[in-house]
């Protein structure tokens, strides 16, 4: 009898998982997302394209420029001493003047700036969050009180999956920060004949 009194609340609780799944309503999220000043939360990106005579020269001073400005290589590749390609990561703040700064290393032949705008997708990952752990602690304290081994096996089984879906977000939210934090910004530079 104590089981069955039980069981309906099992399926309930199943059934709100599915509906929390789905829900949009903002909770305050663990930590905070990068902003742009008007509060949208936007991935700045850049591409240059240069004429050179020395590409290995470019490649030290783009390295220069870079861990100047707290960034890093993130790839490089050269070919027949004539195409130098390089990926960079700069702070948002500096994608400008780290622009402007590589322009000065040869002819400008291309340039140009990309901006996505992320907030919706920010929001929504920041609010299945909030979500799923309220949905994990209400099942914790679930568990806490089952008694039927059937019903704790069921609870720890959603609790996995739970947390393997949070783990999922808190991953792509920080993927997400680390994009709108970091700029990324394409280098072309093809050798310039004398």
Same mark, same amino acid.
Not at 19 to 24: E, N, S, Y
């Given at each position: 009898?104590?089981?069955?009194?039980?069981?309906?609340?099992?399926?309930?609780?199943?059934?709100?998982?599915?509906?929390?799944?789905c829900?949009?309503?903002?909770?305050?999220?663990?930590?905070?997302?990068?902003?742009?000043?008007?509060?949208?939360?936007?991935?700045? &990106?850049?591409?240059?394209?240069?004429?050179? $005579?020395? *590409?290995?020269? =470019?490649?030290?001073?783009? #390295?220069? +420029?870079?861990? !100047?400005?707290?960034?890093?290589?993130?790839?490089?590749?050269?070919?027949?001493?004539?195409?130098?390609?390089?990926?960079?990561?700069?702070?948002?703040?500096?994608?400008?003047?780290?622009?402007?700064?590589? &322009?000065?290393?040869?002819?400008?032949?291309s $340039?140009? *700036?990309?901006? =996505?705008?992320?907030?919706? #997708?920010? +929001?929504?990952? !920041?609010?299945r969050?909030?979500?799923?752990?309220?949905?994990?602690?209400?099942?914790?304290?679930?568990?806490?009180?089952?008694?039927?081994?059937?019903?704790?096996?069921?609870?720890?089984?959603?609790?996995?999956?739970?947390?393997?879906?949070?783990?999922s977000?808190?991953?792509?939210?920080k993927?997400?920060?680390?994009?709108?934090?970091?700029? !990324?910004?394409?280098?072309?530079v093809?050798?310039?004949?004398?």
């Amino acid at each position: 009898m104590k089981t069955f009194a039980r069981r309906p609340e099992v399926i309930a609780l199943l059934f709100l998982i599915t509906i929390l799944g789905c829900a949009k309503k903002s909770l305050s999220p663990s930590e905070p997302s990068p902003r742009a000043g008007d509060g949208r939360t936007v991935i700045r &990106s850049g591409s240059l394209e240069l004429r050179a $005579r020395e *590409l290995t020269v =470019v490649k030290s001073e783009v #390295e220069r +420029i870079v861990q !100047e400005n707290q960034g890093w290589l993130e790839s490089w590749s050269l070919t027949d001493n004539r195409f130098l390609n390089m990926t960079v990561r700069v702070p948002e703040p500096a994608l400008d003047d780290v622009m402007n700064a590589l &322009s000065s290393l040869g002819k400008v032949v291309s $340039r140009s *700036l990309r901006s =996505v705008d992320v907030t919706e #997708e920010m +929001i929504d990952l !920041e609010s299945r969050l909030g979500n799923l752990k309220a949905l994990r602690d209400r099942l914790r304290a679930y568990l806490e009180r089952a008694s039927d081994l059937k019903e704790i096996l069921e609870v720890e089984r959603e609790l996995v999956r739970v947390q393997t879906e949070i783990e999922s977000i808190e991953g792509k939210l920080k993927a997400l920060r680390s994009r709108v934090a970091m700029s !990324e910004l394409k280098l072309s530079v093809k050798k310039r004949r004398l």
